[in-house]
């Protein structure tokens, strides 16, 4: 129980303390989305996800692992399950499971997060009896390396300088290891497919990787594998709301270059 | 069942986290710390499975004397002795702590030293200029570059002031331009987890 000086305020007898505005950003939002779900399901024409050369990139690294007869590499990144980059590392990786599994090409698959290893491993499973080979499935292959930082990074050199993989995907939240297995997975001639949403490592992922996806193309990824209109329904709703935001950035500047004290945007942020 | 208790669990715990979170409510409940609180004790049970799943896959390349077991070897002396010293003497123990610091942390450190190297290498393929955008690279970085360094502004005066100017304009407003809409996406895919749209998490590609 909290004690009573610590105890929260509420906006309008419902809200926590300074979420109005986040909540109607997020309702307007879900509203969007829900909008587009709606068309989608109806069969009516929802606008195309534009063409990601990393994502199309995929399967061409994939085959080019099957004919040289070398495993492919893929790393959900260092940040814990509930990182919502992981989380979209995880859709990526039943999708290149499935394909190794088709191609019959060996994935190593190696983690830092002992719950993300729990997760990938399932998806692996399922991913290889979807495509109608569990038998070649090797659950030694879905690793964990270790909880720290750089012995994780350590790991993952390693297996790369023993079982030289063709192709390298990094798809998640990275840190300082990007550079080094990046770098790592250039002298041993990998194809390299690096997509996260960390600012601060982007220019590592552009300088190293050979495709990358940037920020929300990430999130933007399943939908886009899928086709599922649903899902492309999703993506299409978040454009939106991108441009939406986007206006209020610009009308928000304009205001407030006319008139600081009264702009009704800072107003609205300040009171909820 | 085996998908979709998983799917109830992950949409009425997503449910809990934003209700705590908007919500009056959610917040003199609590309910969010509970939540935490529940994946603070799993990950003990949690890294005890870690430590089963390197026990399986290096037992194995020992047994089978795989190429290089000897170093599954010494990978698995080095974690059982670790983990029954520091279960005798706890973390902060005094042979615990100096094997941390004076053996993990130095290692850490100087794997991170070797950044430096590769970042080297790496801006070596990317400022060969091969492609207009490579050009426009490569003239950013060296006025970047010089302009932090002292001999920046000794060459030229105002050299880091505008090397500042880059950072701070053009590329703080492309970093939050990349930020607000990655925060965007990671929304949407937090709703379609909550909304069961997206089930990769729990085995399986979504269509394909």
Redesign the interface.
């Known amino acids: 129980m ?1 004690a009573e000086n610590d ?5 309008w ?5 300074g ?1 109005v505005a ?2 109607l950003f ?1 309702a307007i ?2 509203g969007l ?1 829900y909008y587009m ?1 709606s068309r989608a399901r109806a069969g009516m024409p929802i606008p195309e996800i534009r063409k990601m050369a990393g994502l199309d990139a995929l399967d061409e690294a994939i085959g080019r692992a099957t004919e040289m007869g070398r495993p492919v590499h893929y790393s959900p990144g260092i940040s814990p399950v ?1 990182n ?2 992981t ?2 590392a ?6 290149v499971a ?1 394909t190794c599994a088709q191609y019959d090409t060996r994935l190593i698959q190696t983690n830092r997060n ?2 993300v ?3 990938n491993e ?2 692996v ?3 290889y009896l ?1 495509a109608g080979r569990p038998d070649a499935h090797n659950p ?1 292959d879905v ?2 390396i270790s ?5 994780y ?2 790991g993952v050199i390693g297996i790369f300088a ?1 079982e030289r993989p063709a192709a390298n995907i990094m798809y998640g939240s990275f840190f ?1 290891e990007s ?2 297995i ?2 790592v997975g ?1 002298m041993i001639g990998a194809v390299q497919i690096g997509a996260t ?1 960390q ?1 601060a490592q ?1 220019p ?1 992922f ?3 990787a050979d495709y990358t996806l ?3 193309e ?3 990824a ?1 939908a886009y ?4 209109p ?2 492309r329904g ?2 299409v ?2 454009d939106l ?2 441009i939406i ?1 986007f206006a209020i950035i610009v009308i928000g500047t304009i205001v407030q270059h006319i008139d600081p004290e009264e702009n009704p945007f800072t107003w609205f942020l300040r009171e909820f | 069942m085996r998908k979709e208790l998983p799917l109830l669990l992950t949409t009425v715990f997503g449910l809990i986290v934003v209700f705590s ?8 409940w ?1 309910l969010h710390d509970i939540a935490e609180s529940w ?1 603070l004790i ?2 003990g049970f ?2 005890a ?2 430590a089963a ?2 026990t ?2 290096h037992g ?1 390349n020992i047994q089978r004397r795989r ?2 077991w000897p170093y599954s070897l010494v990978l698995l002396v080095c974690m059982y002795f670790y983990i029954i010293l520091t279960l005798y003497q706890t973390v902060e123990g005094t042979e615990a702590r100096w094997i941390y610091d004076a053996y ?1 942390t130095p ?2 450190s100087a ?2 030293g ?2 430096a190297f ?2 080297t ?3 070596y ?2 400022f060969r200029v091969r492609t207009r955008e490579a050009t426009v690279l490569m003239i950013f970085a060296v006025v970047t570059m010089l302009g932090m360094a002292p001999i920046g502004d000794v060459m030229i005066s105002g050299w880091g002031d505008l090397a500042r100017w880059l950072q701070d304009v053009p590329v703080g407003a492309v ?1 939050r331009g ?5 925060y ?10 909550v909304l069961g ?2 089930r ?9």
């Open positions: 909290l105890a929260p305020t509420a906006t007898g419902i809200f926590a303390d979420e986040n909540f997020a939002f879900i989305i779900i509930d919502a980059q989380i979209a995880f859709a990526m990786l039943s999708y499935k002992i719950f290893h729990a997760v399932e998806i499973k399922q991913a979807e030694d690793r964990w909880q720290f930082q750089f012995a990074t350590a023993r300082a550079m080094l990046l770098e250039d949403a600012t982007l590592f552009m300088a190293a940037i920020g929300e990430m999130y933007a399943s594998m899928s086709r599922e649903v899902l999703t993506v709703g978040q709301a991108r935001i | 979170k908007w919500f009056y409510l959610g917040e003199v609590g994946v799993s990950q949690a890294v499975i870690g799943s390197l399986r896959i194995r190429e290089d993990i290692v850490g794997l991170f070797t950044i590769y970042i290498s790496a801006a393929r990317v970093t990349i930020l607000i809409a990655g965007i996406g990671a929304l949407a895919t937090g709703m379609r987890i749209l997206e990769a998490h729990l085995g399986g590609f979504t269509g394909g």
